[in-house]
Nanobody, 127 residues
Framework: VQLQASGGGLVQAGGSLRLSCAAS????????LGWFRQALGTEREFVGA????????YFADAVKGRFTISRDNAEGTAYLQMNSLKPEDTAVYYC?????????????????????WGQGTLVTVSS
C-alpha cells in the first residue's frame, strides 16, 4: 500500500486545514491509521490515531480538542481536520497505516507500530 498525504499549506494562527491521506495499491480497510508530525530539528511525534473501524480515536495532548480524524474505508482515504491552529503546529505531517494488529481497538501511538508511511505534507502556521 502506498500512502499520499496532501492538503498542507500556509495558514494564519486560528485557522483550519484538512489533510488527506489517500491509499493506492491496496486498501485501508482493516488497517489502523495514524498521523505524526515532525518540526524542523525535532523528532517525529505522534499527533493522533484511529482504529481500523473508526470506533476509537486518540490524540496527543497538544492537539486534543482541536484536531479530529476521520476515515472512509470504501474510498481508501483518511483525513486530519485541524482547527484553531497555532504556530507550534508548524511541521511536516505524515500519515501512516498499520496491519500489525488486526482487529485491534487500541489506537497505536508509536511510529514503530506502523508499516506504511506517506511522504509528508508541510503545514505552516503564521502568527
Amino acid at each position: 500500500v502506498q500512502l499520499q498525504a496532501s492538503g498542507g499549506g500556509l495558514v494564519q494562527a486560528g485557522g483550519s486545514l484538512r489533510l488527506s491521506c489517500a491509499a493506492s495499491g491496496g486498501t485501508l480497510s482493516r488497517k489502523a491509521l495514524g498521523w505524526f508530525r515532525q518540526a524542523l530539528g525535532t523528532e517525529r511525534e505522534f499527533v493522533g490515531a484511529i482504529v481500523w473501524n473508526g470506533v476509537t480515536e486518540y490524540f496527543a495532548d497538544a492537539v486534543k480538542g482541536r484536531f479530529t480524524i476521520s476515515r472512509d474505508n470504501a474510498e481508501g482515504t483518511a483525513y486530519l481536520q485541524m482547527n484553531s491552529l497555532k504556530p507550534e503546529d508548524t511541521a511536516v505531517y505524515y500519515c501512516a497505516a498499520s496491519d500489525m494488529f488486526p482487529g485491534s481497538q487500541v489506537p497505536e501511538t508509536s511510529p514503530i507500530a506502523y508499516d506504511y508511511w506517506g511522504q509528508g505534507t508541510l503545514v505552516t502556521v503564521s502568527s
